[in-house]
C-alpha cells in the first residue's frame, strides 16, 4: 500500500512552454499533498503545501504564478511549472500524507526529471 | 531552529561493515524523526522513522539511535551490502504540522 505515482517520469521541452506534472495516490486518499524539488547532489526543498480543495500553500521564495499548483481530488495534484527556463531544470518529486492515530508519514513519488533547452 | 545538520556527506564502507551516519537538530518540539533512502532518478523511500520517547529503534539491519539530551540521531546500517549504497537523509517533523525538515543527504558507497 501507499503507493504514489508521478507522470511523466521524464519531460524535455522547449524554453518558453508549460509543462504539468501529476502526482497520484493510488490506493490511499491524500488530503495533503506536497511537492519538491531537488538538485543533483542536494537535499530536498519543499516548494509547496498542496491541500484538496482550496489554495497551497507556497515556501518562501516560490513564485506562485510560475509554478501552478492544483489539488482537485483525494488522489490528484498537479504542477504546472509556466513559461518554462533552462534554469528551471530540476527533479521535481511530490509526496502525499497518509494521517493515522499514531500520527501522519509521507510517501514519495518517484520524482519527475524535467530538462529545460 | 528548523536545521537538520547531517554527516558525514559522503561514506565508503566496505562490505560487512557498519555504516553509521549522524544527525542534529536544534528544535526541541521536533517529535518524529524518519530516515530515507534515495537511489538515483528516484523518489525518497521512508527506511526507519522514531520518535523522542524512545532511544533506539531496530528493524532489520536498520537501526536508528536517538539522543534527546544531545539532540542529535543516527542512523546505523550493519552488514552493509553493495545494495544499501544510496543517498540517505534524515528528517525531523513538529507535531502540529506535516512538512518535513530534511538534512542534507549523506551518499554511501559499499564496496564489493
Known amino acids: 500500500g501507499a503507493v504514489v505515482s508521478q507522470h511523466p517520469s521524464w519531460v524535455i521541452c522547449k524554453s518558453g512552454t508549460s509543462v504539468k506534472i501529476e502526482c497520484r495516490s493510488l490506493d490511499f486518499q491524500a488530503t495533503t499533498m506536497f511537492w519538491y524539488r531537488q538538485f543533483p547532489k542536494q537535499s530536498l526543498m519543499l516548494m509547496a503545501t498542496?491541500?484538496?480543495?482550496?489554495?497551497?500553500?507556497?515556501e518562501q521564495g516560490v513564485e506562485k504564478d510560475k509554478f501552478l499548483i492544483n489539488h482537485a481530488s483525494l488522489t490528484l495534484s498537479t504542477l504546472t511549472v509556466t513559461s518554462a527556463h533552462p534554469e528551471d531544470s530540476s527533479f521535481y518529486i511530490c509526496?502525499?500524507?497518509?494521517?493515522?492515530?499514531?500520527?501522519?508519514?509521507?510517501?514519495f513519488g518517484p520524482g519527475t526529471r524535467l530538462t529545460v533547452l | 531552529q528548523q536545521q537538520v545538520k547531517q554527516s558525514p556527506q559522503s561514506l565508503i564502507v566496505q562490505k560487512g561493515g557498519i555504516s553509521i551516519i549522524n544527525c542534529a537538530y536544534e528544535n526541541t518540539a521536533f517529535d518524529y524523526f524518519p530516515w530515507y533512502q534515495q537511489f538515483p532518478g528516484k523518489g525518497p523511500a521512508l527506511l526507519i522513522a522514531?520518535?523522542?520517547?524512545?532511544s533506539e529503534k531496530k528493524e532489520g539491519r536498520f537501526t536508528i539511535s536517538f539522543n534527546k539530551s544531545a539532540k542529535q540521531f543516527s542512523l546505523h546500517i550493519m552488514d552493509s551490502q553493495p545494495g544499501d549504497s544510496a543517498t540517505y537523509f534524515c528528517?525531523?517533523?513538529?507535531?502540529?504540522?506535516?512538512?518535513?525538515?530534511f538534512g542534507e543527504g549523506t551518499q554511501l558507497t559499499v564496496n564489493p
Open positions: 522514531i520518535r523522542p520517547d524512545v
Open positions: 498542496s491541500n484538496e480543495g482550496s489554495k497551497a500553500t507556497y
Open positions: 528528517a525531523a517533523k513538529m507535531p502540529s504540522g506535516s512538512r518535513l525538515t
Open positions: 509526496s502525499a500524507r497518509i494521517s493515522s492515530g499514531s500520527g501522519d508519514e509521507q510517501f
